[in-house]
């Protein structure tokens, strides 16, 4: 079955009651996952999933004013961040976090089965984002809903050389209140303190929010716990094809320069907690390798 962006040619991928094809409010085409007490949503523009609920309770956090907006970003959910995380490295100019957040992909299949619902996007370099970056390649995001959220976000060098490669799976967790949260996992590990000129510091104890937070974990940061004491609930992240993860809450002053939290307080219903090749966690891939990085979240009560 080809690639679908045609509201019709989407319809045809639709699993009725497991991946039903929808309107989103925010514009553009979602698609709803079901899996027994769980439902996701993926919206087409930037293969991003908007949000993962539980018996209807959201469990990532979502800008109120997101918007679909083609060439930009949608503040929340897990924005995918390729084929560089932040700033380019040689380019300020160039947007943050890359480009393929900012566009529709195609759909390229769906699947259920007993126990999960899933649905791929596709989408590939063009010529015009040559000028963005000079190599040719092909991504899939794979999104697969049972009881837990599975996120496999996979690179194909479809170039004659190697490109350098740095990305993250940017996700936003709605918590009841920052000032009830911790991050556990990290403990003893070096992270690059974005706020502080990129130091090397160590993690001592588990990771905790009262003012701006933006670091990147270096070295094995594959099983991470988010718990938000405030709701009595942990996330449990499992990340694979990394070794690098991000922390960041942007607290008042970002918040307010971000312009699109939806509200000054928004900050302390949120945490970023990002599986990614990030820092010194940069993948060579050759030409006709693939890379896969991955995640997978499980609510534990
Ligand atoms: O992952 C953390 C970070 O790099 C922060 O520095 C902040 O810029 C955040 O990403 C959001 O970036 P965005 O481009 O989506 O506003």
């Not at 209140?177 to 009830?180: A, E, L, P, V, Y």
């Not at 312009?259 to 302390?268: C, I, V």
């Given at each position: 079955m080809t690639n679908a962006t045609h509201p019709d040619a989407l319809a045809t991928h639709a699993i009725p009651g497991r991946v039903d094809i929808e309107q989103s409010p925010l514009g553009g085409p979602v698609a709803r996952l079901t899996s027994g007490r769980f439902q996701a949503l993926v919206v087409l523009h930037g293969a991003q999933v908007l949000n993962w609920t539980c018996d209807g309770r959201g469990l990532l956090w979502l800008s109120p004013i997101a918007r679909i907006r083609d060439g930009k970003g949608i503040r929340g959910g897990i924005p995918v961040c390729w084929?560089?995380?932040?700033?380019?490295p040689t380019d300020p100019t160039k947007p943050a976090h890359g480009f393929v957040r900012h566009r529709a992909w195609s759909l390229a299949g769906t699947r259920a089965t007993a126990d999960s619902a899933s649905i791929s996007l596709a989408t590939a370099t063009t010529e015009a984002d040559r000028q963005l970056w000079p190599h040719q390649a092909e991504v899939r995001v794979t999104v697969t809903l049972g009881e837990t959220l599975a996120v496999a976000l996979e690179t194909r060098n479809t170039d004659a050389s190697p490109f350098p490669l740095t990305q993250a799976l940017h996700t936003y967790f709605r918590v009841g209140?920052?000032?009830?949260v911790s991050v556990s996992g990290l403990e003893g590990r070096t992270y690059l303190d974005k706020l502080d000129g990129f130091a090397r510091k160590t993690q001592s104890g588990a990771i905790t929010v009262t003012a701006e937070v933006d670091r990147i974990y270096l070295g094995d940061t594959s099983s991470i716990t988010l718990h938000d004491h405030g709701s009595d609930r942990r996330i449990l992240i499992e990340g694979t094809g990394s070794r690098s993860a991000v922390v960041w809450n942007p607290w008042t002053a970002k918040t307010a320069r971000l312009?699109?939290?939806?509200?000054?307080?928004?900050?302390?219903q949120m945490i970023c907690v990002e599986t990614a090749n990030a820092g010194d966690d940069i993948v060579t891939l050759g030409p006709g390798q693939t890379h896969t990085l991955g995640v997978t979240y499980r609510l534990a009560a």
């Open positions: 084929p560089w995380f932040a700033d380019h209140d920052i000032g009830d312009g699109d939290m939806g509200s000054p307080e928004a900050f302390r």
